[in-house]
């Protein structure tokens, strides 16, 4: 059973630093392009982070220069986040796609993870 498992959120407070991780099972994930997603209440979906197989890598305008993707291993991607804001409370996904294009747009996406609440305190 293929599965992606986010952990790291919680409660911070605006200026302070999170680090969440996605960690993947069930199959080889050599291939696939990895990235993050945030929904804050009645939004949708956002794009945030993408890193492809290679090491590429894509931020959304709103988190450059804050927030900051890598991939240890196949099956690990985090995700640094600095001098976080109130406006990126959400929840952040992880996802995984062979597909450059799915991966930034977040359609078809092969798969999804269930999410962690990132809260930042004014």
């Known amino acids: 059973q293929v599965q992606l498992v986010e952990s790291g959120g919680g409660l911070v407070q605006a200026g302070g630093s999170l680090r969440l991780s996605c960690a993947a099972s069930g199959r080889t994930f050599r291939s696939y392009h990895m990235a993050w997603f945030r929904q804050a209440p009645g939004k949708e979906r956002e794009f945030i982070a993408a890193?492809?197989?290679?090491?590429?890598n894509t931020y959304a305008d709103s988190v450059k220069g804050r927030f900051t993707i890598s991939r240890p291993s196949a099956i690990m991607v985090r995700l640094q986040m600095n001098s976080l804001k109130p406006e990126d409370t959400a929840v952040y996904y992880c996802?995984?796609?062979?597909?450059?294009?799915?991966?930034?747009?977040?359609?078809?996406?092969?798969?999804w993870g269930q999410g962690t609440q990132v809260t930042v305190s004014s």
């Open positions: 890193i492809g197989w290679s090491g590429s």
């Open positions: 996802a995984a796609d062979t597909a450059w294009d799915n991966i930034r747009t977040g359609f078809s996406i092969d798969y």
